[in-house]
């Protein structure tokens, strides 16, 4: 879960905290705590976008600085390319693993994964578009890859890629449907998303290799 995802579900905590001191303080009228309720959870809001926008700008910027520095980095459109790649595949893996982590219910599960599966079909568009982009600068075309070692690798890395975009596939036309009605219990979901990162990790550790192999 973003932490965007995680402030939501704090922001109820929040409103309720504050009418309780309101209350506290003698503040019963209902319409009166209300207005007051409201006006902490948008406090809330406000203060949690500061807290988490700003660090996760400064990390894309750490990321996308770190991967134009590769194998493409004297090609402008190379280097276009490696960093949306990185950053789309952060931001996919990057929230699959929280939503692992921290979701744990059915029914938080059914309100934060609709949410994800459409960042993630963005993301999976931009990693796979950048990606055949930044092959094909890197390594030349499909037929000249297995003649190094670092086409082999990437001829590896494209193959858990199809093996990783078809279990995502699956997953959005079969668990996603099934959360979104509360049909898949917690139990389910956390093997899903398990079985997703499987693949991730591997797929990111290929690309790790890539990033040494000459």
Known sequence: MSEEDRGCLGVARCGRLCGFRNRRAGRTAEGE??????????RCCAA???????????????????????????????????????????????SLAALAVTVTHRGQWARVLPRFAQMALVCVTVLLASGALGAVLAAGTPARWY?????????????LAIALVVLAWRNRTGWLPAARRHQASAGLSQSRSGAELVLMVAALTLAAALAVTG
């Open 48 to 94: 949690l976008r500061v807290a988490t926008d700003y660090p996760a700008g400064a990390a894309a910027v750490g990321i996308a600085a770190r991967a134009v520095s590769g194998h493409l980095s004297e090609s402008p459109w190379g280097a276009v390319a490696v960093a949306l790649h990185v950053l789309a595949a952060a931001a996919w893996c990057g």
């Open 147 to 159: 003649a190094s070692g670092y086409g082999r690798v990437l001829i590896a890395k494209v193959v």
């Open 33 to 42: 705590d209300r207005d007051l309720r409201r006006d902490c959870e948008v």
